[in-house]
């Protein structure tokens, strides 16, 4: 295994078994929406070795105080902007890693477009950079989408996630054009709803989400 891989193992080894399972979870929906919109080849362009760019958006988490991590997303202002940190981690760490591997640029370069601007907010609202509309790169776009999603869907320790699937899209949707690229948004919901109604992708949705959260 090469050094850059290790530093990937070692950093996503910090977090706990909840968040990575977030973070291939959010990496699974990313896959989803990118072929409702025809663009499933995309990620066979981007991988290293067998390591797909989709499933590390909150890699970058590793670097944090667990016990900020374990505060469940109950945060105090000081811990929110902490906790916003986790994207520049995550995205000097790719960049670490571009500058070791030789043939890890691609991948690298996409990794980290996802790590550092999936909370960029489609109306120019969020951070770092505050980026707004087809400036945030797409694959970020794609992962603000599927991040929350499975925020939403999954279950923090009964706490205060795990919605209903029409629940969630409803959430997506109310967020279409502040949030998110309402472009992305309506795909992903009509394709969703169609995939519900026609039992297309619903054995795949339960198949990832029966083995991602029932813990
Ligand atoms: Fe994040
Ligand atoms: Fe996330």
Known sequence: MSEGEKMLRTVMGRLSRREVYHNMVTGQYMRIILRLMKREH??????????SPFDYHDIGK?????????????????????MMAHVDYGSRLFQQ??????????????????????????????YPDGLSGKDIPLLARVCAVANVYTRLRENAGGLMYQRTIKESLD????????FF???????????????????????????????????
């Open 171 to 178: 959430a997506l949707k109310r967020s279409a054009g502040t």
């Open 42 to 51: 995309l990620e066979s362009q981007l991988m290293w070795h067998n390591l």
């Open 62 to 82: 590793g670097f944090l105080d667990s016990d900020l991590l374990d505060s469940q997303g109950l945060y105090t202002k000081d811990q929110d902007l902490l």
């Open 181 to 215: 690229d309402p472009d992305i948004v309506d795909v992903f919901v009509e394709g969703t709803t169609q995939a519900l109604m026609e039992k297309q992708l619903v054995h795949q949705l339960d198949l990832i989400e029966s083995n991602h959260f029932s813990f």
């Open 97 to 126: 890693i571009d500058g070791m591997e030789p043939d890890a640029h691609t991948f690298c370069r996409a990794a980290g477009q996802i790590v550092l601007y999936h909370h960029e907010c489609y109306d120019g609202s969020g």
